[in-house]
């Protein structure tokens, strides 16, 4: 490690993001970790003894970047980089014992619900959704009353949610789950490590798109999941080497490279949402807001208790106007936006924006009108005066 546990304890996180992973300190090494480019590496002992041995068991470039990830995340163990999100996912779910009972919220990512769903018509798991939000239907679905009534075996939690921004009692929750003998995995994609730690709140494993924030510029694909549990480690790194859902070196490193600004881009990015989403709230063509940061928000208090932020994520709901229906309206809006990018994804430099049914696999109970806008950091006058003028073209 480029930074001794101890010390690395008594560093902020925007410290951390910038000085962990890095080489040793010794003469001529360099600044930064080179991209290592090879299939396979030198070794006479068997594989597993501690050599690397190939490149889908390891990977000198991956290591930095699992090295920081872990730390942010308050874990003494390094961190497990993956292909892709969905990769990182599909990881977490082998967890799953066959047959065992998954809970998961209805308002999660789309990709992992589908996953989900998909194992579950296979009869490899048992599937339950549940508003996430609702403490009490979550522990029902849990752990629900009944001589033939089956435990659960995994809570998935998302906090907030995606793409209704639900914040779910992380704390209370993980230990419902845990009096039953359940693993907790949180998805902390939206709110990153700087904002929410849920190791600290109970969770078992935590998992990240890093595609997302932590990349943080639109141009790697990566997952990645985080565990303090030496056993649970085990046995994700067993599934990703079997599995082959491995990073590529150079995507592990531009990874690395752009986690070296999230505390910046994380600060700048809230701070804008922020105001934006109280900007929106008072538009007469807003016709519902979700962002935790407004004290309307219901899950505003929740948030408070575990975040450190509200993240740079606002959803709205667009009034049907002129004759077109909500959805119609929301479609119309994002056409006219000239500085917001229609694009999916989120937590890039850019701001993106879209009306989120537009995809088939959304679930059917988000709003048809619902737009979801993923902050940036550009001039956040520039960033309104955007949605401004949008607005205001409906009415047109």
Not at 11 to 21: D, F, Q
Not at 285 to 302: K, S, V, Y
Not at 366 to 390: F, M, T
Request: hydrophobic share 45%; charged share 20%; glycine share 10%.
């Amino acid at each position: 490690m480029s930074l001794s546990e101890q010390y690395a304890a008594s560093l902020s996180a925007e410290t951390v993001v910038v000085a962990a992973g890095r080489p040793a300190r010794e003469r001529d090494e360099p600044v930064n970790p080179p991209i290592v480019l090879s299939s396979t590496y030198f070794g006479t002992g068997a594989l597993g003894d501690g050599d690397r041995g190939y490149g889908r068991y390891s990977n000198p470039t991956w290591d930095p970047f699992e090295e920081a990830l872990g730390q942010l995340e308050g874990s003494e163990l390094p961190g497990l980089l993956y292909a892709s999100g969905l990769a990182a996912v599909s990881s977490a779910l082998s967890l799953l014992p066959a047959g065992g009972v998954l809970v998961m919220p209805s308002h999660s990512y789309a990709g992992s619900l589908v996953m989900a769903t998909e194992l579950a018509q296979k009869g490899f798991l048992e599937l339950r959704t549940v508003d996430i939000t609702d403490t009490d239907a979550v522990k029902a679905q849990i752990a629900p009353q009944g001589p033939d009534a089956k435990a659960a075996r995994m809570l998935w939690l998302e906090s907030p949610t995606n793409p209704m921004l639900g914040i779910a009692d992380i704390r209370e929750l993980t230990a419902a789950a845990h009096r039953v003998g359940a693993i907790v995995v949180t998805d902390n994609t939206f709110s990153t490590p700087l904002v929410q730690q849920p190791l600290s709140l109970g969770s078992d494993v935590v998992l990240h798109s890093v595609t997302k924030y932590l990349a943080g510029h639109s141009d790697v694909v990566l997952g990645a999941l985080v565990t303090s549990n030496p056993d649970i480690r085990a046995a994700l790194l067993h599934h990703r080497i079997i599995h082959g859902g491995i990073a590529g070196p150079f995507e592990a490193w531009l990874a690395l490279r752009g986690l070296r600004t999230l505390a910046l881009r994380v600060e700048r990015s809230q701070g804008t949402a922020a105001v934006l989403a109280e900007r929106l709230s008072r538009h007469p063509l807003i016709d519902g807001i979700r962002f935790p940061g407004l004290p309307t928000d219901p899950g505003h208090e929740r948030a408070k208790t575990q975040m450190s932020g509200f993240g740079s994520i606002v959803c709205v709901q667009i009034a049907p106007v002129a004759g077109l229906s909500g959805a119609e309206a929301a479609d119309k809006l994002v056409r006219a936006l000239q500085l917001w990018l229609p694009a999916t994804s989120l937590g890039g430099v850019e701001s993106l924006i879209e009306r989120r049914r537009r995809h088939a696999a959304e679930p059917l109970s988000v709003p048809d009108n619902l737009v979801r806008l993923s902050v940036g950091i550009e001039n956040i006058e520039d960033l309104w005066a955007d949605l401004k003028q949008a607005l205001d073209s409906l009415g047109r």
